[in-house]
């Protein structure tokens, strides 16, 4: 036997250092597309903070408004009859609208603190999606019906349009202490 016939046979060390390259560089093409995710990762945690923050402090709110407020004051001024019977009809869906997106909310509100945070989440996309699709509807129906039918209500007398702004004025307004004398 000779020298270059055994070296073949045997196992070359050296080949043990190409294939830890080979696995070296299959590694660092991964980390190089980490630059691209970052952006749409960082994009992912601010739209689940933002989403959580808003639909705390504005459409919870926004609801309350419309349930104790605008529904309240447009059939208190809507004529007996027809009209009074269209705003009921419109107020009880649009409440029960209102349950459905919140109780749809509160379902994502989880994982959506998980996003927010940078943690792994189960969220369901399709859960997103019909929330958003619902909301659309739903504002879609204020909108183009309970919206203007409002406005020619409250509109036929403006101590009542009036009224409605004042009262949604001082639920917004900051609260002061009283302090005793």
Known sequence: MNASSDSTNEHQPVDDFSQCHVGILRKLDMLNELPALLGPAARAREIAASALEFFREAIFEHHLDEERELFPAVLASAEKGAERDRVQALARQ???EHRDLESRWKRLEAELKRVA??????????????????YRCHAELEETEFLPLSQTILGRNS?????????LHMRHAPKKRMTPI
Do not use: P, Q
Not at 120 to 127: T, Y
Not at 159 to 167: E, I, P, T
């Open 117 to 134: 945070k940078g943690h792994d989440s189960h969220i369901e996309v399709a859960d997103i999606e019909e929330l958003v699709r619902r």
């Open 159 to 167: 101590h009542h349009m009036s009224a409605l702004g004042l009262s």
């Open 94 to 96: 649009l409440t029960d």
